[in-house]
């Protein structure tokens, strides 16, 4: 079974400043996908950044970016510029890559809450 | 195109009473995910469905919880007899069929429904 760790449970950020945000994931497979997920106020799921195990090259997103290590199993998020619409909880996401039973489970971590300071 | 509808947003419970969860998946769309955010934590798996088909249920608590996704209209998910631990914001999300070649096919949630037994 896969688990995915997120160590900062709360964090804070200056408007326009950069932050970063830190995943941890276990696993034995070789072929995945990671995610980091935006739940604002509203409590909206939105997909913020979509990463392929894969691919060497790390995602990017307009502001949004990761740092993927595969080796390490550490995929963290780097917000650029924070503006005040980026506070909200940012949850770290894993899913098989192979076809079968459970491929289709997202399994989340438990969450960072980011707010951005004015 | 609208989104991944759930409704009720909020619903409130005594204990005892049964829970009855919607949701819509966005137009096109054939599989709904159905997953549970305690208090604090991140959202877990529960149930896979496609029309008319349970797929996989092995995030489901065994007594009290019941899904379907009928051939025409929303897909439910019920919960009998509710106890306080079920109090939660439950979440919906949907993705069209999977296709040939493609191993992912990204999960678009709802907007959630939260659940509070009394």
């Known amino acids: 079974a896969q688990t995915v760790t997120q160590s900062q449970p709360e964090m804070s950020v200056q408007e326009a400043e950069t932050v970063t945000l830190s995943c941890t994931y276990d696993?034995?497979?070789?072929?995945?996908?990671l995610f980091w997920y935006k739940q604002p106020p509203s409590r909206q799921m939105i997909l913020v950044i979509r990463?392929?195990?894969?691919?060497?090259q790390n995602a990017t997103e307009n502001r949004f970016s990761v740092n993927f290590q595969k080796a390490a199993k550490s995929f963290s998020l780097k917000i650029s510029d924070s503006q005040l619409g980026d506070t909200a909880m940012y949850f770290c996401?894993?899913?098989?890559?192979?076809?079968?039973?459970?491929?289709?489970?997202?399994?989340f971590g438990k969450g960072t809450k980011l707010s951005v300071i004015p | 195109n609208a989104g991944v509808m759930q409704n009720p947003r909020h619903l409130v419970r005594r204990r005892g009473q049964e829970a009855r969860l919607r949701c819509s998946p966005m137009?096109?769309?054939?599989?709904v995910y159905w997953y549970r955010q305690l208090p604090e934590e991140g959202l877990k798996f529960m149930v896979y469905?496609?029309?008319?088909?349970?797929?996989?249920e092995s995030g489901m608590p065994k007594e009290r919880f019941s899904a379907e996704f009928p051939k025409e209209g929303p897909s439910i998910l019920r919960i009998q007899q509710v106890v306080r631990g079920d109090s939660a914001a439950y979440f919906c999300?949907?993705?069209?069929?999977?296709?040939?070649?493609?191993?992912?096919?990204?999960?678009?949630f709802g907007p959630g429904t939260r659940l509070t037994v009394l």
């Open positions: 990463q392929e195990a894969y691919k060497q």
């Open positions: 996401a894993f899913m098989t890559a192979y076809s079968g039973a459970g491929s289709y489970q997202l399994t």
């Open positions: 696993t034995s497979e070789n072929n995945y996908y």
């Open positions: 137009k096109g769309h054939s599989h």
């Open positions: 469905l496609q029309k008319e088909n349970i797929i996989d």
């Open positions: 999300a949907s993705s069209p069929s999977r296709t040939v070649g493609v191993s992912y096919n990204e999960q678009f």
